[in-house]
């Protein structure tokens, strides 16, 4: 089992930045990747960023250029976002994919953009 705790959520203004950071406990050893996905209201939970255990980073194209994923270790990543745009409001789950097996959520936590 894989506990994930996000926070730094908030409001922010368009234009704007904001931290997000991903603390995992748990059976978190071996090869895995952790990243986020975000869910917009009214909207399927999409693929935003993610990071594995070899340094190996994926962005969506609309986060590209704006956001970058870090990791400390194992068991920490963190998202810096930058020039943030009305359609980057959502709530950003922190996801944890293990080698082999279910991949693991956190809960969320909301981002607000204001415009």
């Known amino acids: 089992q894989v506990q994930l705790v996000e926070s730094g959520g908030g409001l922010v203004q368009a234009g704007g930045s904001l931290n997000l950071s991903c603390s995992a406990s748990?059976?978190?050893?071996?090869?895995?990747?952790m990243g986020w996905y975000r869910q917009a209201p009214g909207d399927r939970r999409k693929f935003t960023t993610t990071?594995?255990?070899?340094?190996?980073i994926y962005y969506s194209d609309s986060v590209k250029g704006r956001f970058t994923i870090s990791r400390d270790g194992m068991n920490s990543v963190h998202l810096q976002m930058k020039s943030l745009k009305a359609e980057d409001a959502a709530v950003y789950f922190c996801?944890?994919?293990?080698?082999?097996?279910?991949?693991?959520w956190g809960k969320g936590t909301q981002v607000t953009v204001s415009s």
């Open positions: 996801e944890f994919a293990p080698e082999t097996g279910a991949d693991y």
């Open positions: 748990g059976n978190t050893g071996g090869y895995n990747a």
């Open positions: 990071i594995d255990t070899n340094g190996e």
